[in-house]
C-alpha cells in the first residue's frame, strides 16, 4: 500500500525567510510519480509540480525548488524568500503508473506573516 | 481555456438525504477522479471514470457512486447521507496515458463544499 506522511503539520514563517516542507512516502512499485499541490484558502488544489521515480535531479522553479531522494523516499519543497501569498495548505501525493490516482499526506499548512 | 469546473459550489443537506454533485473536466481530457477531503486532512480517493465506466474504486461504501457521460463530464451522487459525509468534494480531470504510460497530471476543480446536518 502507499503512504505519505508530512510530518510537520504547521509552520509559521517571517516574510523572506526560507522554508522547507518534509515529505516521506512509501511504495512497493519501482515506478512511481511524485506531486506537490498548495491548496490556498479558497480551497481548489493548484499543481506545482510532478517527478517521475526514475528522475531524481533536483528542479528549481523561480522561488521553489524541490529535493527528490530515493535513498530516503523523501521528496522535499523548499520555498526561497517567502511571500505572504504562499501562506496555505501544502500537499505531497504519490501516484502509481496508469491510473494516475493520488495518495495524499495529510499537509501542511504555512503561514508567512509579514 | 476553462479548467476544471464543479456545481454547486456549497450544499447543505440533512441525515438521510441524497446529492449530486456534478464536475466539467479540463478542455482535452477524457478521465474524471473524485475525492473526499475531510476538514484538516489530505483529500481521499473515491472513484475514476473512463470511458463511461468506473475503473478504480477507494475505500468507500456503496453509497457513493457515480457517472461519466459521452462529453467526459461526471456525476457523483451519494445516498443516505451521514454526518460524516460532511466534506469538501473535489473533482480532478487528467488525460489517460494508458497503463504503460505512466500517470498524467491531475487537475482540480475548486470542490463542492458539503454540509450535512
Known amino acids: 500500500a502507499q503512504k505519505v506522511t508530512q510530518a510537520q503539520t504547521e509552520i509559521s514563517v517571517v516574510e523572506k525567510e526560507d522554508v522547507t516542507l518534509d515529505c516521506v512516502y512509501e511504495?512497493?512499485?519501482?515506478?512511481?510519480?511524485l506531486f506537490w499541490y498548495k491548496q490556498p484558502p479558497s480551497g481548489e488544489l493548484v499543481f506545482l509540480i510532478r517527478?517521475?521515480?526514475?528522475?531524481?535531479q533536483n528542479e528549481i522553479s523561480g522561488r521553489y525548488s524541490w529535493n527528490f531522494q530515493k535513498s530516503t523516499s523523501s521528496f522535499n519543497f523548499t520555498i526561497t524568500a517567502s511571500q505572504v501569498v504562499d501562506s496555505a495548505v501544502y500537499f505531497c501525493a504519490l501516484s502509481e503508473p496508469g491510473y494516475s490516482t493520488l495518495t495524499f499526506g495529510k499537509g501542511t499548512m504555512l503561514l508567512v506573516s509579514p | 481555456d476553462a479548467g476544471v469546473t464543479q456545481s454547486p459550489t456549497h450544499l447543505i443537506k440533512t441525515r438521510g438525504q441524497q446529492v449530486t454533485l456534478r464536475c466539467s473536466p479540463k478542455?482535452?481530457?477524457?478521465?474524471v477522479s473524485w475525492y473526499q477531503q475531510a476538514l484538516g486532512q489530505g483529500p481521499q480517493f473515491i472513484f475514476q471514470?473512463?470511458?463511461?465506466?468506473?475503473?478504480q474504486r477507494g475505500n468507500f461504501p456503496d453509497r457513493f457512486s457515480g457517472h461519466q457521460f459521452p462529453n467526459y463530464s461526471s456525476e457523483l451522487n451519494v445516498n443516505a447521507l451521514l454526518l460524516g459525509d460532511s466534506a469538501l468534494y473535489l473533482c480532478?480531470?487528467?488525460?489517460?496515458?494508458?497503463?504503460?504510460?505512466?500517470?498524467?497530471?491531475?487537475?482540480f476543480g475548486p470542490g463542492t463544499r458539503l454540509t450535512v446536518l
Open positions: 517527478r517521475n521515480s526514475f528522475d531524481e
Open positions: 480532478a480531470s487528467s488525460y489517460e496515458v494508458g497503463l504503460a504510460g505512466g500517470a498524467d497530471t491531475q487537475y
Open positions: 471514470y473512463y470511458e463511461e465506466e468506473e475503473r
Open positions: 478542455s482535452g481530457h477524457d478521465t
Open positions: 511504495t512497493r512499485d519501482t515506478t512511481y510519480y
